[in-house]
T-cell receptor, first 112, second 116 residues
Framework: GAGVSQSPSNKVTEKGKDVELRCDPI?????LYWYRQSLGQGLEFLIY????????KSGLPSDRFSAERTGGSVSTLTIQRTQQEDSAVYLC??????????FGPGTRLTVT | AQSVSQHNHHVILSEAASLELGCNYS??????LFWYVQYPGQHLQLLLK??????LVKGIKGFEAEFIKSKFSFNLRKPSVQWSDTAEYFC??????????????FGRGTQLTVWP
C-alpha cells in the first residue's frame, strides 16, 4: 500500500519568507509526527498529533514553527520568517497504534 | 531528560566482518526500543523493534539486537556484514505510558561503511 508522502521533496526559500510543508500519512493511521534531521543536531522531534487529542508541541524550536492536522489526516508544518538555521530535512511519520512509526521521504528545506 | 547514546559515529568494516553497534538510553521506566536504518538516498526504515518478551529480537536482513535492561542497552548485531549494509543506523526509544506512546528519542546515528 501507499506509504507516507511528503511535498515538496525540495524547497529553496529566501531568508524571511514563510514556507509550508505537507505530509500525507498512511490511511487509517491516527498518530502523526514531525521530526527534522540536520547535520549538527541529528533527528529532532518537533510535534506529535494523536487522534483528537491536543498535539504535543514540546519539540517546536520557536514560535515561528506551527503545525496543524486537518480532518485527522493531512498535516501542514508552517515555518514563518525562515532563518538559515531552519535548513534541514523535515520528516513526517505516521503510526496506527503508536508503536511502529513509518517515515516519509522528507522535505529538504534550504534557506538562502 | 531522556537521551539515547550511540557510541560509534562512524564504523568501517570489510565484508563478512561481524558488526556490533552500541546504544544506551537514560530512562528508568518502561521503554520500547527500535533500530532504524537509512540507506543512501532513501528514507528511514525500521530494522527491528523490542516491546516486551524475549530480549533477543531478530529483524530484517539478518540483523538482531539484545535488550539488556540492567545496562539500559540495546545493541545491534550482525554476524557477517555485506556491502549493501552500508547505511546510517539510528537507535530510538519511546516511553511506554500505556495507551500513549508518543515521540521517538533518537540517537545521533552511526554511519556504517562496508568495503567489498
Amino acid at each position: 500500500g501507499a506509504g507516507v508522502s511528503q511535498s515538496p521533496s525540495n524547497k529553496v526559500t529566501e531568508k524571511g519568507k514563510d514556507v509550508e510543508l505537507r505530509c500525507d500519512p498512511i490511511s487509517g493511521h491516527t498518530a502523526l509526527y514531525w521530526y527534522r534531521q540536520s547535520l549538527g543536531q541529528g533527528l529532532e522531534f518537533l510535534i506529535y498529533f494523536q487522534g483528537n487529542s491536543a498535539p504535543d508541541k514540546s519539540g517546536l524550536p520557536s514560535d515561528r514553527f506551527s503545525a496543524e492536522r486537518t480532518g485527522g489526516s493531512v498535516s501542514t508544518l508552517t515555518i514563518q520568517r525562515t532563518q538559515q538555521e531552519d535548513s534541514a530535512v523535515y520528516l513526517c511519520a505516521s503510526s496506527k497504534d503508536g508503536s511502529e512509526q513509518y517515515f516519509g521521504p522528507g522535505t529538504r528545506l534550504t534557506v538562502t | 531528560a531522556q537521551s539515547v547514546s550511540q557510541h560509534n559515529h562512524h564504523v568501517i568494516l570489510s565484508e563478512a566482518a561481524s558488526l556490533e553497534l552500541g546504544c544506551n538510553y537514560s530512562y528508568g521506566g518502561t521503554v520500547n526500543l527500535f533500530w532504524y536504518v537509512q540507506y543512501p538516498g532513501q528514507h528511514l526504515q525500521l530494522l527491528l523493534k523490542y516491546f516486551s518478551g524475549d530480549p533477543l529480537v531478530k529483524g530484517i536482513k539478518g540483523f538482531e539486537a539484545e535488550f539488556i535492561k540492567s545496562k539500559f542497552s540495546f545493541n545491534l548485531r550482525k554476524p557477517s556484514v555485506q556491502w549493501s549494509d552500508t547505511a546510517e543506523y539510528f537507535c530510538a526509544v519511546n516511553l511506554d505510558r500505556g495507551s500513549t506512546l508518543g515521540r521517538l528519542y533518537f540517537g545521533r546515528g552511526t554511519q556504517l561503511t562496508v568495503w567489498p
